[in-house]
């Protein structure tokens, strides 16, 4: 007996050791596959928005492919609708609320502050994603976690630096909206890991509908719809609703993996992704569009990279100790339990 006791201890000590460690590759694989998806659609939307400039209508397209391509997956039994009580399907709708406005709030303040400066704010994202977790939730970092933020976003600074004008509006508006995407990030992580457990398919599908509906309204207020119906009759072509499906189908694509990258990375990393994501869409645009760079452009750019690189090192570390720590208490459980 004692012989056979002594195997699942170690048995049980490797797996737990082991799981983390893949647990930890899967995370960053789905990570890069985000980079992927999100640098695509950044630039296949500066494309077409180049010849359809109607961003409130073209985003109701991505929640419009999102609605459907969930709705397939659904009816193949791919995942099963949660029941929800009335709380939680208010809570929802808030949620999908805070997406539409934070497009707006993005949108809006674009119209009254320089890119530069709409960018080095935007930047601070990741300050305001560790500010909710510790006052909101009593979330305690590691004081290397908050150092290595701080290439992160200065260096997005440097990598953006140009005509910094803004309206005292377009500052409140700029920085609201860099709140509103944290808060964003937090709470898409909280839906998926918290009491709901949403899968990201489940909130995706029901999400989806409730954004196309909101971004109608947008678009009816702002004046695009009355627009659009204009380009329809006098601009639109097959080729074009060709590239307005695919950047649907694309955007359908990005949500599923930013959602189970988001819960499976966390928010605070998704945000320094969003960061580190800029910086590499402003390389792209040098490389294809043979844009002018500054040595201190150039500077932040490196800086940006070097502290997304700094910041995954922490949080590999960290998240090892932790492993760690878990394993060695479980083996100790488990111990204890055949001395018994």
């Known amino acids: 007996m004692p012989e056979r006791s002594v195997l699942p201890i170690h048995s049980s000590s490797d797996s737990q050791l082991q799981q983390p460690q893949d647990s930890l590759r899967t995370k960053y694989q789905w990570l890069a596959v985000y980079f992927f998806f999100n640098l695509g ?45 009335d709380r939680e399907n208010v809570t929802l709708f808030l949620f999908s609320l805070l997406y539409t406005i934070n497009i707006a709030i993005s949108n809006v303040s674009l119209n009254l502050v320089t890119v530069p400066f709409h960018q080095i704010v935007r930047a601070t994202t990741p300050f305001f994603t560790v500010l909710i977790y510790v006052i909101g939730f009593r979330k305690v970092y590691s004081p290397l976690t908050y150092v290595s933020l701080i290439p992160v976003v200065a260096g997005v600074g440097f990598a953006t630096a140009g005509d910094y004008y803004f309206t005292a509006i377009g500052f409140f508006l700029t920085l609201l909206g860099a709140f509103l995407a944290a808060l964003k990030t937090v709470v898409t992580n909280r839906v998926q890991t918290g009491r709901l457990r949403l899968s990201p398919l489940e909130l995706l599908f029901r999400m989806s509908p409730l954004a196309f509906v909101q971004t109608l309204v947008y678009a009816y207020f702002t004046g695009e ?30 949500n599923v993996v930013s959602f189970t990258a988001n819960k499976k990375t966390g928010a605070l990393t998704m945000t320094v992704a969003a960061n580190v994501k800029q910086i590499l869409t402003i390389v792209l645009a040098i490389l294809f569009f043979h844009l002018d760079v500054t040595p201190l452009n150039a500077f932040g750019i490196v800086l940006t990279l070097a502290g997304g690189a700094w910041y995954a090192k922490v949080e590999l570390e960290s998240k090892q100790r932790n492993s760690a720590v878990s394993a060695q208490a479980i083996a100790r459980k488990d111990e204890s339990i055949i001395k018994a």
């Open 41 to 85: 659609l950044t630039i296949y939307n500066k494309a077409v928005l180049g010849n359809f400039p109607f961003p409130y209508v073209l985003t109701g397209i991505h929640a419009l492919c999102g609605s459907i391509g969930c709705l397939y997956f659904y009816v193949r039994g791919t995942f099963t609708l949660t029941p929800l009580s």
């Open 225 to 254: 719809l009355a627009s659009l119906n204009t380009y329809w009759h006098d601009s639109m072509t097959s080729a074009m609703f060709f590239k307005l499906v695919l950047n649907g189908a694309i955007a359908f694509g990005l």
